[in-house]
């Protein structure tokens, strides 16, 4: 599976955007970015995900490098319940095979108020 | 209520005994999933599901068997836990949408402690 590398921490504060970055040089041409976020003691919960262009949803806003090799999660105004680890995983289109999400350690962003 | 529910939330065993965790929803969805998560670390797919006559191993299966009793039933068991399995199990499931698997949605998690 095509690895991502994401930053082991962050910190922002409350009120302002966040932008947080994911490399996956790797990438195949059919893999999608998918972004999860993990708050405390929940669940994983789906936040975005795209294949080429930039998405847009009511949680976040993800960037894609033309080359595809890196993207970038947006908050565009970070909340104190937007602290949480977040993870950036690749995804085969139909989740042929080895179905499942790859999670590596993920990004744990911390707001500041 | 919750869509992805998941019994127990907590339980605490011993060395050797036989657990089942198990997992319900209402979403509909064909694909089910069980993970595991350990300290500080991301997500490990145990098994996965297509349907119930499709049962897969994914990353980390021994030790584990799971059983698929209905499309909205997914259950996992240790046969004979031992403290390494000590960990957060989640279960998940996600279904097809214009001819692609999208997000799964992940249940609130069993916190297994083996003694």
């Known amino acids: 599976d095509a690895k991502t590398t994401q930053p082991n921490s962050m910190e922002s504060n409350e009120e302002e955007p966040v932008h947080l970055p994911c490399n996956h040089s790797t990438i195949s041409g059919t893999d999608y970015i998918h972004w999860y976020r993990q708050l405390p003691s929940q669940g994983p919960e789906y936040v975005i995900h795209?294949?080429?262009s930039n998405v847009n949803n009511r949680m976040a806003s993800l960037a894609i490098a033309e080359d595809r090799k890196s993207s970038t999660l947006i908050l565009h105004r970070a909340t104190l319940r937007d602290a949480a680890v977040y993870y950036c995983?690749?995804?085969?289109?139909?989740?042929?095979?080895?179905?499942?999400?790859?999670f590596g350690k993920g990004t744990h962003l911390i707001i500041q108020p | 209520d919750a869509d992805v529910t998941q019994t127990p939330r907590n339980r605490i065993t011993k060395t050797g005994k036989r657990i089942m965790l198990e997992c319900s929803q209402t979403?509909?969805?064909?694909?089910m999933y069980w993970y595991r998560q350990d300290p500080g670390l991301g997500l490990r797919l145990i098994y996965y599901?297509?349907?119930?006559?499709?049962?897969n191993k994914g990353e980390i299966s021994d030790g584990y068997s799971v059983s698929r009793q209905a499309q909205a039933k997914f259950s996992l068991s240790l046969e004979s836990a031992i403290p390494n399995q000590t960990a957060l199990y989640f279960c998940a499931t996600s279904d097809l949408r214009d001819g692609v698997y999208n997000e799964q949605f992940f249940g609130p998690g069993t916190r297994l402690t083996v003694l």
């Open positions: 599901s297509f349907d119930v006559k499709d049962i």
């Open positions: 979403k509909g969805h064909d694909r």
């Open positions: 795209g294949l080429t």
């Open positions: 995983i690749l995804r085969e289109p139909s989740g042929g095979g080895a179905d499942g999400l790859t």
